[in-house]
């Protein structure tokens, strides 16, 4: 039997998520969607690719390296990039200014620590890389595509008095009390091709149309090909926008419907 090269779908409960979910996605009846998952295939299960859609804050988190995580856990570092946002939407990623780990602790008790971090109007095409250690947030009405360490690693530090157990300790011990470096987040127009993320865990790039010969030469081996918007053929199998495909090169994919693609590969 012929393995598919679409990647198999998970749906996630939140208590953030939504009941109506864009297309081509649709929430089950009376389910609150937060994320979609590409389950990770063998040959990538360090990479996870998901879509979350909020209708409430997320938490404020922070997650460790791989360096930095308690025996049993995984380090994660990840990237948004934004899909979809209300007029007024925001996310969260940094601190305004240097904060030490005590006054970030005493701030998440009183519950003022969303105030501290920098918030930044969210619009389709903004772009964050978030390393590991990065104290962040994501508000309401946004649609964005994660793509992360295939790790649930999270700790918590404030969460709106939502019945959920916190992490301060671990999440404090962690976090960079700092601003997010600027030049870790971006915005792209359509159409665009750039390369977003280099490493260290993980390469990607946003390709409008047939990737060039470069960016071909740099995914040799199995990577994952996702449309946001067209088309594409691997193996004689169509993958569509809101799906994840597997391949083993990404020379051998076929473009010829593709109009917006992300490809993403470990390093």
Not at 10 to 23: D, F, I, N, Q
Not at 29 to 43: C, L, N, S
Not at 98 to 109: G, Q, T
Not at 254 to 259: G, H, I, P, R, T
């Amino acid at each position: 039997m012929t393995r598919s090269a679409r990647l198999p779908v998970r749906m996630v409960e939140k208590v953030w998520g939504r009941e109506r979910l864009p297309a081509p996605f649709s929430a089950p009846q009376g389910k609150r969607i937060g994320e979609v998952w590409f389950e990770p295939p063998r040959e990538l299960d360090t990479l996870l690719v998901k879509y979350l859609f909020t209708s409430e804050k997320l938490s404020v988190q922070v997650h460790p390296s791989d360096a930095q995580a308690q025996p049993g856990e995984a380090g994660k570092q990840e990237c948004w990039l934004v899909l979809d946002a209300e007029d007024d939407a925001q996310l969260a990623v940094g601190f305004q200014e240097e904060i030490s780990p005590e006054a970030m602790r005493d701030a998440a008790l009183a519950g003022t620590i969303e105030s501290l971090l920098t918030w930044h109007d969210a619009k389709p095409g903004d772009f964050f890389y978030i390393p590991a250690g990065t104290v962040h947030a994501i508000g309401p009405g946004i649609s964005l595509l994660e793509i992360q360490q295939n790790s649930d690693t999270t700790y918590r530090l404030f969460d709106y008095d939502r019945p959920r157990e916190l992490h301060l300790d671990r999440g404090v011990a962690v976090a960079r009390g700092g601003p997010h470096d600027p030049a870790l987040r971006n915005s792209y127009g359509a159409p665009s091709n750039a390369q977003l993320v280099d490493g260290p865990c993980f390469r990607l790039d946003l390709v409008s149309g047939r990737p060039s010969a470069d960016v071909q030469a740099r995914y040799r081996g199995n990577a994952l090909v996702i449309p946001l918007e067209g088309s594409v053929g691997i193996g004689g199998e169509m993958i569509e926008a809101g799906e994840c495909g597997l391949c083993a090169d990404v020379a051998a994919v076929d473009f010829s419907a593709a109009v917006t693609t992300l490809l993403t590969q470990s390093v």
